[in-house]
Nanobody
């Protein structure tokens, strides 16, 4: 397993979770592009990503609540999620790109109850 996502769980609205994406093998944390989520019955969509120009992009619905960060010493990328809402429910995946390949972690499930 080259990308291991963890940290999901069941939380009440307003709560917090921190997701981790640990890289290994031929992938380093510097290759991790960001976090995506797939809500029930919907397509996978980006939530927070590191851009090619060194900035960070967040989807509008999580701005001010989620923070993506990278710890290269631990070869891990995190997603701190605060003030969670029921609409944040879904399976969260991390993605890494090592040209020309794209790698996905196995996903970690987040359920936010109202």
């Amino acid at each position: 397993v080259q990308l291991q996502a963890s940290g999901g769980g069941l939380v009440q609205a307003g709560g917090s979770l921190r997701l981790s994406c640990a890289a290994s093998g031929t992938i380093s944390s510097r290759n991790i592009e960001g976090w995506y989520r797939q809500a029930p019955g919907k397509q996978r969509e980006p939530v927070a990503t590191f851009t090619s120009i060194g900035t960070i992009w967040y989807t509008d619905s999580v701005k001010g609540r989620f923070t993506i960060s990278r710890d290269n010493a631990k070869n891990t990328v995190y997603l701190q999620m605060n003030w969670l809402k029921p609409e944040d429910t879904g399976v969260y995946y991390c993605n890494a790109k090592v040209w020309p390949l794209s790698y996905w972690g196995q996903g970690t499930e987040v359920t936010v109850s109202s």
